[in-house]
Structure formats: C-alpha cells, structure tokens
C-alpha cells in the first residue's frame, strides 16, 4: 500500500492591497499581493481507503475532523471530479497556528489535492489543480506553488517572482488570539467602501497608483534591508485597531531591531524580518523575555521556495 507524506508551507503576505470589491458582485475583494511562502509547515499523510469514504484525523483541539474541513472539501472534489477511486484517510499534523492569516487551512487542501493526484495515479496538469484550488479558496492556488509570487484578482492569478529563499523571519502569534478572515474584510468594507474603485477602469488606475513596483524591484534584487520599507498590508487598518496587541508585538518587534514587520493576511500573525539566523534565534528570545507571556508563541523560520512537497517524515 503506498502512502504519501507531504510538507504544506504557511504563507505570510509581503504586500496586500485592497483595490476595491471584485466586479463580478460575488462579495470578494479585488487584490494586489505579495505572497512568501515560509518553511513553518504542516505535514499530510494520505493513506488510501477499501471503501470511499474520507475521513480526517487531526490532535489539534481547533481543527474539525468533520466535513467542513478544507482538507476534506480538497477530497470530496476531486472524488467527485474523477469518480470512483477509493476513500483515503487525511492525517494532519498541525504546526501552523489556526486563525492566524498563515493560510494553515488553504495549505492543507493543496497537500491534498497534490497527494490525491499522485495516490490515485490522475496525472492532472498543473492548470487542472490550479483549477480545482480556487474552487476551494483564493489561497489555495497560491499555497500549490509557494514561492514568491504576485496574486493579482481574489488572490488566485499568479505570476511566480524570483525566489527569496533562505531570507530570516521570525512570526509572532498569541495563541488564545484568531481573527475571522470575512470579519476583517467586511469590517474593511464597511469602513473604507467610499474609497473603493467602482468600474474596471478606476480598478486598474488605482492598481497603478498604489501598486508595488518598489517593492517588485527590491525582489528583484533580493535586498531584504530595502524590502522591509515596502511591506503593506491594508487590513491592518481594522485588526490592528481592534486588536491593540498584535500593534504592540509589531511595535515591540521594531524597537528589538527588526527591519521591517507587517501584520499577515487578516492576522493575528505578525511577521518581523532580519538579518539573518541568529538574529531570529535573538529577536525571539528578546520577545519572549520582553512579554514574559505564555499565550505569545513564536518561530524562528526561513522564506522557502517550494510548494506543497513530498517529504520522508516518520510513520505515525
Ligand atoms: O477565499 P477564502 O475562502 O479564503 O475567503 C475567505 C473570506 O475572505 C471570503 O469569504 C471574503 O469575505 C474574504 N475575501 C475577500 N476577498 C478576497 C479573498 C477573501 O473579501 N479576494
């Protein structure tokens, strides 16, 4: 019996703007992003089944084992796309904090869709699998290819940018803390609408006025020092507010030396960036000395250039 183990990267985004609401009227937002996958990852084992069901185990205490699961939702589509090729059991082992803008659940259904593929010997271009992921979330196209990337639209047109791989970051999170992604774009809305861009036209000025050409240079470049000056994150303007402690660990991470820190996604993880390893390994510890709270969790890790990837971890 051949069983699949892969490695589902989080994301953090370097830049998100909100351009506006998409014009199609489906209640998303229209999106300019930088997206950075990171090397903290959660690790799927597929194990195929006699019967057809899909069943999910996961020990964290937040993740339903249960249909409403992204994971499950991955299987079920693909099942139902390419009908009958068995059931498979979903063995999560969470590492990425849930409710923390990390795309921890997106991530997890693109490990599925990719082990799916393999275990039932589909051969699915990747087009197809772009295809079935935005079915399932405007992160999951991205969390198939990881790496640096450009997302334009809800998030799912990608255009890959040249690979940042090994720069430092280090990602805060308090651990009893979990922001609702609608809730931080429908407050979004409710607050900033008047400023929106209404017709294609408006969308595409605004896209060229805000944008991120500095910040797409300084990819280009992989100068991390200048970078750091362009991060964005639009939604800061509602979490941040009613949230005033994930403000003070992104002011906290400036004063202990960071060169730069953003909020990611619609939070609560802040992101700060540094020089290198060690001084991951000393901004945490100066976090973790300067809040002395246990809720705060934090993780040295690295920008990484895969996807989801098989990888050779241990049977349970
Ligand atoms: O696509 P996903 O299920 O991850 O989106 C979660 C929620 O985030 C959506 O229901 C919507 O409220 C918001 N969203 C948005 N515009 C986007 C992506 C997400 O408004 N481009």
Redesign the pocket.
Known sequence: MTVYRLAAPAKINLFLQIIGD?LEGN?????VMVMQAVTLADHIELVPRLDDDIYIDCAHPLVPCDPSNLAYRAAKLLQKQVGDRGGVDIYIEKRIPVGAGLAGG?TNAAAVLVGLDLLWDLGLTQAELQSLAAQL???VPFCLSGGTALAL???DELTPLISLEGISVVLAKYRSLAVS??W???TYRQQFQANYAQTPGEQEQKRLQGGSPELLRTIAQHDVKNLSQYLKNDLENVVLRAYPQVQNLRQTFTELGALGTMMSG?GPTVFALVENDLKAEELCQAMAEKFQDTDLELWPCKFCSQGIHLVDFPSR
């Open positions: 998409r209640g998303f937002h229209e999106l997106s979330g405007s992160d639209g809800r998030g992604t609608p931080a774009y429908q619609s």
